[in-house]
């Protein structure tokens, strides 16, 4: 089992609509989560924190559920900007510092 | 811009030559981490590293592969006798001086070697 895993995609959404991505990590020993955005040939950006409370920053809302090891972002009104790709981030104890998914690829259309 | 500068950006080398790869973290940040990204991948952990030591290089290949951050100067990644499977874009990124949950870590804008 792969240590983070994510659908590759791509997503395909019209301008406008909701969009919603799953990250399972396999370490349940895990202890911090972050969704990061990478645009073509770009450094990944770190996008929100995902706490186990759940959080929002505006059109993005991030939740993790530790029971069944997923992590979740939601993107509402999509734009055309938001098209990237978004990585599912998991870091774990030890000094290996973070271990990222291969990414999502979301294209939204107009 | 005080962020985590990486040179060259882009860099071709033939198969059998060196290639080195600098990245200065950003001020106040005494932690880099390398990672490697190869196409339609996701990004691979290579080495972790604080002023004049390595503190993990699991991800690092065996042979070829070595960083080092000295006490002055940027960090290095230096690939000896480079093959065309070694092209990928390599990452740098930084965080402060204590490294824990919730801190998160920097990018730079990536180095993209091609080996022709």
């Known amino acids: 089992r792969k240590e983070v895993e994510q659908d590759p995609g791509p997503f395909n959404v019209p301008e406008g609509a909701t969009v919603a991505f799953n990250c399972t990590y396999s370490?349940?020993?895990?202890?911090?989560f972050f969704w990061y955005r990478q645009d073509c040939r770009k450094e990944p950006k770190l996008l929100m924190s995902v706490y186990s409370s759940g959080n929002e920053d505006g059109r993005f809302t991030a939740q993790l559920n530790r029971a069944s090891q997923y992590i979740s972002l939601l993107i509402r009104d999509s734009k055309l900007s938001d098209s990237a790709t978004y990585l599912c981030?998991?870091?774990?104890?030890?000094?290996?510092?973070?271990?990222f998914g291969k990414g999502t690829h979301l294209i939204i259309q107009p | 811009n005080a962020g985590v500068m990486q040179n060259p950006r882009h860099l071709v080398r033939r198969r059998g030559q060196e290639a080195r790869l600098r990245c200065s973290p950003m001020?106040?940040?005494?932690?880099v981490y390398w990672y490697r990204q190869l196409p339609e991948e996701g990004l691979k952990f290579m080495v972790y590293?604080?002023?004049?030591?390595?503190?993990?290089e699991s991800g690092m290949p065996k042979e070829r592969f070595s960083a080092e951050f000295p006490k002055e100067g940027p960090s290095i990644l230096r690939i000896q006798q480079v093959v065309r499977g070694d092209s990928a874009a390599y990452f740098c990124?930084?965080?402060?001086?204590?490294?824990?949950?919730?801190?998160?870590?920097?990018f730079g804008e990536g180095s993209w070697l091609t080996v022709v």
């Open positions: 590293l604080q002023k004049e030591n390595i503190i993990d």
């Open positions: 001020k106040g940040h005494s932690h």
């Open positions: 370490n349940s020993a895990s202890q911090s």
């Open positions: 990124a930084s965080s402060p001086l204590t490294r824990g949950p919730g801190n998160t870590i920097y």
């Open positions: 981030v998991v870091s774990g104890g030890g000094a290996d510092g973070l271990t």
